[in-house]
């Protein structure tokens, strides 16, 4: 069983930064892709940023400059620096990781949620 816990989410104020942390724990061979979504209320959930396992990232248009995803693969964390937060990145935010999890078998798991408020 695999498990991802979230950290980091909090109100902060526009121009404010944020870091968001996910870990996964359990059994599984190794991680593939890393990724950061969000939801805001009546939206559809969104990728925000995705590493995959060679260090490679992409990013949302609206977020390309501010935020940076990066990965610690000795301990399995995916981290998300949001630098000069807008009220438009208010949401819940979402790990989701792709991992082997034994001999040619892949999954996909996600992280509970973290809210982020950016408020004045």
């Known amino acids: 069983q695999v498990q991802l816990v979230e950290s980091g989410g909090g109100l902060v104020e526009p121009g404010g930064s944020l870091t968001l942390s996910c870990a996964a724990s359990?059994?599984?061979?190794?991680?593939?892709?890393m990724a950061w979504y969000r939801q805001a209320p009546g939206n559809q959930r969104e990728v925000v940023a995705v590493i995959n396992s060679g260090g490679s990232t992409n990013y949302l248009d609206s977020v390309k400059g501010r935020f940076t995803i990066s990965r610690d693969n000795a301990k399995n964390t995916v981290l998300l620096q949001m630098n000069s937060l807008k009220p438009e990145d208010t949401a819940v935010y979402y790990c989701y990781i792709s991992l082997q999890s034994g001999y040619g078998r892949w999954d996909n798991y996600w992280g509970q949620g973290t809210q982020v408020t950016v408020s004045s």
């Open positions: 359990g059994s599984f061979f190794s991680i593939n892709t």
